[in-house]
């Protein structure tokens, strides 16, 4: 296939809601030289729209519906496109860039294409960081909140596990990349977690690790203990995953430490609260915070509630019990979208996107 097509299918990419910047792009073509390095591994037909079935693409691109059809399932299984039912038939869409395309490829990430994905977050991914409502948003960890205060099910980490009937961890994709172009970070790298409606969905599979539900929750323990900032897709239904981040290698949470973002993911709706008299302004939550929201001023720590996550990472690490967390002011608690659609058309209206146009 020609650059044009490549640049076609980036073009496309960028109409989703997620987005897809590109202008840099004209010049170094990274996003052309990732799929062409996909293409040499699974063979891949035109760009496909929203959503079609195997016989409205073959009739486009001109194939033979069995041979297009196996290589859309050959694309799926690759993590370049998905594939749901639509009235009672399988159908094929585009997956976006992140969430989507790029965490998919942690199955088949090698050192190329992990420079070319750092190549592409380095040059354009910041224009996509700061459109709202964000890619991700933060849950914080639950011992971290006081227990008499309200919590939505959306808002708690435990409660979004609870209600799933499959759990699995697998290899966090940010930090594999980061240990393929030479430069890890201290985290474990297999603590990423996803969730299904349908029992034992992740059972034999070789890519995902399944858990049993009190293994999910011990999983979710290990993220906490190693200072890893739970995140979930940015709506109260429809959660199917948990990237446990750190801003030295997750792309969201990098816009932050390395571009000086503030919300490349939405804030929690809660806020760190220091209580001033038994705080002996030891320095250890510093050490804890990976966004710079702690500080000491004269000799008691200090919250930037402007930079502040409601993460809550740093307030196990508090011996003398000094940090918890509270619930924001109402009018500064952000409105997370129902659903991921609801997600989609915010986004879409941010950008003055017709979501008709791609559909």
């Known amino acids: 296939m020609d650059e044009k097509t490549y640049k076609r299918l980036a073009e496309r990419l960028d109409a989703l809601p997620s987005g897809f910047r ?9 996003y052309w030289r990732i799929c062409l390095h996909q293409k040499r591994q699974t063979g891949c037909p035109t760009p496909c729209d ?14 033979d519906v069995h041979t297009v059809g196996s290589m859309l399932n050959g694309m799926v299984a690759n993590g370049l496109i998905s594939a749901s039912q639509v009235e009672g038939e399988k159908g094929y ?38 459109i709202e409502p964000q890619l991700h948003r933060v849950v914080p960890v639950n011992e971290t909140i ?12 435990v409660d979004i596990i609870a209600i799933k009937k499959a759990w699995c961890v697998f290899d966090c994709m940010c930090r ?15 603590l990423c977690m996803a969730f299904s409606e349908i029992p034992g969905a992740f059972d034999g599979n070789s890519h995902y690790k399944a858990l049993t539900q009190e293994e999910a929750v011990a999983t979710l323990q290990r993220a906490s203990d190693a200072g890893l900032v739970h995140t979930v897709s940015n709506s109260q239904k429809g959660i199917g995953y948990i990237c446990n981040c750190c801003t030295c290698s997750c792309m969201m949470l990098r816009g932050i430490s390395d571009m000086g973002i503030a919300n490349t993911v939405a804030r929690s709706a809660f806020v760190n609260e220091v209580y001033a008299d038994v705080c002996n302004g030891c320095e250890t939550c510093l050490d804890y915070c990976q966004f710079g929201a ?18 809550g990472v740093c307030v196990p690490s508090c011996d003398t019990e000094a940090l918890n967390l509270v619930r924001r002011p109402e009018e500064e608690v952000l409105q997370i979208p129902v659903t991921e659609e609801d997600w989609g058309v915010e986004r879409a209206e941010a950008r003055g996107i017709d979501l008709d146009i791609i559909r």
Do not use: W
């Open 22 to 30: 590109q202008q840099r792009m004209v010049r170094n073509y990274a």
């Open 50 to 63: 929203y959503v079609k079935h195997s016989e409205e693409i073959s009739e486009r691109i001109g194939g």
């Open 93 to 130: 869409s585009l997956m976006p860039f992140a969430v989507g395309f790029y965490e998919e490829q942690e199955r088949t990430m090698d050192e190329e294409l992990a420079r070319l994905f750092e190549d592409y977050m380095q040059q354009t991914f910041e224009i996509v960081l700061r």
């Open 146 to 157: 006081q227990t008499d205060m309200e919590v939505h099910p959306y808002e708690s980490i």
């Open 176 to 190: 594999k990349q980061k240990v393929l172009i030479g430069d890890p970070c201290q985290h474990p790298v297999e």
């Open 294 to 311: 702690l500080s000491i001023e004269d000799g008691i720590a200090a919250v930037s509630v402007v930079a502040c996550l409601g993460c």
